[in-house]
């Protein structure tokens, strides 16, 4: 089973602060996604990488891609409390029909 | 409409009983997923079906069965419930090339007691 291990697993903070999430693996991959979900719901749709030092921007969230695929982080400027949830990474490998997902981490922004 | 859709949200039964999830998606994807959410939020891949066509047998107990009357749903048979099988349940649908992405279900909360 590939592992894929975001830190930190637990991030409260206040409107308006700065903040970025890590996603590492040991493997290489092929794609990388960034989810969030919100309590109740599935997972939705951030961001898909796929280029070796991919940068994508989302509004207030940044996404970057590791130069070697092994990582990827998610940054988030002057955070809402909209922006609260569980943020999920997930990739696939060359071969693999499905996606693997992280181990999470939970949003906390205190208005 | 609802793009991928569970049914029921909620299930709450007792230990040995058999069950159902059912999902549908309307989004004329290729192939639909089944991922268990533990109680640490972790998802973990059950099975994935592709144009009918199982492709994706994670090492889950023979009591689980999917089971897809066509492209468009992919239900779950449970059958002998037992305690740790409490969890929520997402269906989820992609097309073929996972980097696209995928449609996930609001799940299925199951209790078993």
């Known amino acids: 089973t590939q592992l894929l291990e975001q830190s930190p697993q637990f991030l409260s903070i206040q409107e308006g602060e700065n903040l970025t999430v890590y996603c590492n693996s040991s493997?290489?991959?092929?794609?990388l996604q960034w989810y969030r979900q919100e309590p109740g719901e599935g997972p939705v749709l951030l961001v898909t990488?796929?280029?070796?030092?991919e940068v994508k921007k989302l509004k207030r969230l940044t996404f970057q891609f590791g130069d070697a695929r092994k990582d990827s982080s998610l940054h988030i400027t002057a955070a809402q409390p909209g922006d609260t949830g569980l943020y999920l990474c997930?990739?696939?490998?060359?071969?693999?029909?499905?996606?693997?997902f992280g181990t999470g981490t939970r949003l906390t922004v205190i208005p | 409409d609802t793009a991928v859709s569970q049914t029921p949200k909620y299930l709450v039964t007792q230990m040995g009983n058999d069950k159902s999830i059912k999902c549908e998606q309307n989004?004329?994807?290729?192939?639909m997923y089944w991922y268990k959410q533990d109680s640490k939020k972790f998802l973990k891949i059950m099975f994935s079906?592709?144009?009918?066509?199982?492709?994706i047998n994670e090492t889950v107990p023979n009591r689980f069965s999917p089971k897809s009357p066509d492209k468009a749903h992919l239900n779950l048979h449970i059958n002998s419930l037992e305690l740790g099988d409490s969890a929520v349940y997402f269906c989820?649908?992609?097309?073929?090339?996972?980097?696209?992405?995928?449609?996930f279900g609001s799940g299925t909360r199951l209790t078993v007691v």
């Open positions: 079906y592709n144009n009918k066509e199982l492709i």
């Open positions: 989004l004329g994807h290729d192939t």
């Open positions: 989820a649908s992609s097309h073929n090339t996972v980097n696209y992405g995928y449609t």
């Open positions: 997930a990739g696939d490998w060359t071969g693999a029909n499905n996606l693997f």
């Open positions: 493997s290489v991959f092929s794609s």
């Open positions: 990488v796929v280029t070796g030092g």
